[in-house]
Nanobody, 117 residues
Framework: QVQLVESGGGLVQPGGSLRLSCAAS????????MGWYRQAPGKEREFVAT????????DYADSVKGRFTISRDNAKNTVDLQMHSPQFEDTALYYC??????????WGQGTQVTVSS
């Protein structure tokens, strides 16, 4: 079993910065990718960013490209999401996810990010 624990959410002002972290533990044999999704009230969960574990290739949703940066620490099995210049529409519950080689997906409980002045 794999456990994902997110941290770093909270209240941030527009134009500020916030860093989310996710730590994976448990029976992790081979990570294929880790990343972040988010879900705003009344909306479906949407993709934010992902990073390939072996080569570090990153992908971003168009809405966050150039503002958010995803990074990983292979030794610690952690993935971070640095949010620069967040906007009101970035307010959401942010979920960490992990996909192992073979295709199984795991999800964290989510961490709330609220962008407000």
């Amino acid at each position: 079993q794999v456990q994902l624990v997110e941290s770093g959410g909270g209240l941030v002002q527009p134009g500020g910065s916030l860093r989310l972290s996710c730590a994976a533990s448990g029976s992790i044999f081979s990570i294929y990718t880790m990343g972040w999704y988010r879900q705003a009230p009344g909306k479906e969960r949407e993709f934010v960013a992902t990073i390939r574990w072996s080569f570090g290739r990153t992908d971003y949703a168009d809405s966050v490209k150039g503002r958010f940066t995803i990074s990983r620490d292979n030794a610690k099995n952690t993935v971070d999401l640095q949010m620069h210049s967040p906007q009101f529409e970035d307010t959401a519950l942010y979920y960490c996810y992990l996909r192992v080689v073979g295709g199984d997906d795991y999800w964290g409980q989510g961490t709330q990010v609220t962008v407000s002045s």
